[in-house]
């Protein structure tokens, strides 16, 4: 009998005591402006260790991507995969991790040397999806993890043929973090390039090119969005706000050739 | 003979004690929880399994090879044990080199199984099975075997908890020193000097990383050619037979 009173008082009193302190703990995180906290499991096991956890875990795609190997170069990075032909073929060049050829006097470093990767090489052909675990590892760590959506929604939406999934992901990305103009360029680039969905590509751009004006977006984030946009414009009958566009990028890029061509190209269609 | 009687004796531990079963089990649930994981719905991924599945192997056998190797002598000085056992015709090498070996026993027996369930998730999973799981098998064996060695020759000096952390930080430390020698060494601007002292050292310390094939069996790289793999093999006999060497030696001295 004693049992059971003792044990029905500790569990009323824990009961009563971690409501209360739930309360007070959430009302002065709301307080503080961690509204999240609440809903994370992972927030809350890992607390800003998290952010860390998040780069980690995006790192590791880039490291997958390059065969183990983490390569600093941004002509070789997760965004810029296209110069390559074959399934994880072999890179050469100054941008492996190769040693300068140097007669080793110590057997250990001969052997040190031949166990370790210095050549790297690319997932492609399908292999890419052994980036996906990390991507989402990524976004669940920190949903405010940018480019984890952005770059995860590309592999999904454009070399994965994956476009559903690529959509509600990137969707996500926009519900977690409502001000990145890079999250809807890459929806608006599904749409416009792999769906040819031209009225949603020029929905999601021009949020696109609203926000990255609010945020103050350099010439060159103005460049990709202004010609995407200037796409779907074309596409969906509003030809005047293409060329318009163009003639914006002709300002920022005054010496552009390309972009020259391009401009008289739409003024000429749309005369 | 008496130095396999010691070891099997040693290896009874492992059956007894339930550090094993849980340990097991953990990994059984972490294994479970990455094959269960779905990720776009994409099918045969595989290599995040194979990563985070071969660390927790790595790293749950260490956690069984580390606290056994290093109880083994000082668990028979302190409940006086020892005593009776040195009391027959068995030289103090002899229980060394038996303690050692129960380690060995002990730590090869729990990666053998921590490994065959991790291949069994590998296969389901649809992977393939190469040569590269084969030397990354053996490969893991020879680094429990180094760990197990030094382990035993620090707990002659040192007590339990004192032994694990000071073999754990000569192992997370000597992996990072031994990259950054390899690099110094590497480099052009290296005076003579310097050089032969960065030589001796790379001699010197234990090199870990010769054992870690993780990143060629995770992104399918060729496997080690045969001469390199002897290499190593030859390195780590060579190495172990160093320390136990010491080991021996330290222990003959010892105040009993």
Redesign the interface.
């Known amino acids: 009998m004693k049992a059971v009173l003792v044990f029905a008082i500790f569990i009323f009193s824990t009961i009563g005591l971690s409501s209360n302190i739930e309360k007070y703990n959430t009302g002065f995180l709301e307080k503080k402006g961690y509204r999240d906290f609440d809903k994370d499991v992972l927030s809350r096991v890992f607390g800003e260790l998290r952010t860390y956890l998040s780069s980690a875990s995006y790192i590791n795609a880039d490291i997958y991507f390059h065969g183990g190997l983490y390569d600093f170069h941004e002509d070789c990075s997760l965004f810029a995969p296209a110069h390559i032909s074959s399934n994880y073929e072999r890179e050469d060049g100054d941008h492996n991790n190769s040693h300068p050829q140097k007669k080793m006097l110590n057997p250990l470093l001969e052997i040190a040397e031949k166990i370790s990767i210095t050549q790297h090489k690319h997932a492609i052909g399908g292999e890419e999806k052994e980036l996906l675990p990390w991507m989402l590892y990524s976004v669940k760590l920190n949903p405010k993890n940018e480019k984890a959506y952005i770059i995860g929604g590309y592999w999904l939406g454009m070399r994965l043929n994956k476009l559903n999934e690529a959509i509600n992901f990137l969707h996500e990305g926009i519900k977690n973090n409502p001000e990145s103009w890079e999250i809807y360029l890459m929806l608006g680039e599904i749409y416009l390039v792999t769906l040819k969905d031209y009225q949603n590509a020029r929905i999601y751009l021009e949020k696109a090119k609203d926000l990255a004006k609010s945020k103050k977006a350099d010439k060159f984030d103005l460049r990709s969005i202004y010609t995407f946009l200037a796409e779907a414009y074309d596409k969906t009958g509003y030809p005047k706000e293409s060329v318009d566009l163009y003639e914006k990028l002709l300002k920022l890029f005054p010496g552009d050739e390309m972009i020259k061509k391009r401009e008289i190209f739409f003024k000429h269609a749309n005369m | 003979m008496k130095i396999l009687t010691i070891a099997l004796f040693s290896f009874k531990e492992l059956v007894r004690k339930k550090d094993f079963y849980l340990l097991f089990l953990l990994l059984a649930g972490l294994l479970a929880f990455l094959f269960s994981?779905s990720?776009?719905?994409?099918s045969?991924?595989?290599?995040?399994l194979k990563d985070i599945g071969l660390s927790a192997v790595l790293f749950l056998s260490i956690a069984i090879a580390l606290p056994f190797s290093s109880r083994q002598l000082p668990a028979e000085i302190e409940s006086k044990t020892i005593y009776p056992l040195l009391s027959k015709p068995i030289s103090r090498a002899s229980v060394v080199i038996g303690k050692y070996l129960g380690s060995l026993l002990i730590s090869f027996g729990g990666f053998t199984l921590f490994y065959a369930v991790f291949l069994l998730a590998i296969i389901v999973k649809g992977g393939q099975i190469g040569v590269l799981f084969m030397q990354t098998y053996l490969f893991s064996l020879l680094l429990l075997a180094i760990l197990c060695a030094f382990s035993l020759f620090f707990s002659i000096f040192l007590t339990i908890s004192a032994n694990i952390t000071i073999t754990l930080f000569l192992y997370i430390l000597t992996y990072w020193f031994?990259a950054q020698i390899?690099l110094l060494?590497?480099s052009?601007d290296l005076n003579a000097a310097a050089g032969a002292l960065l030589?001796g050292a790379?001699?010197l310390i234990p090199?870990f990383?010769?054992y870690d094939?993780r990143?060629?069996l995770?992104?399918?790289?060729e496997a080690?050619?045969a001469q390199?793999v002897f290499?190593?093999i030859l390195?780590t006999v060579i190495y172990i037979a160093a320390i136990l060497f010491f080991a021996v030696r330290a222990f003959k001295k010892k105040n009993l």
């Open positions: 994981e990720f776009f719905g994409v045969d991924i595989i290599r995040y031994s390899k060494l590497l052009k030589n790379y001699y090199h990383e010769f094939l990143v060629r995770v992104h399918n790289w080690l050619p390199v290499s190593i390195y």
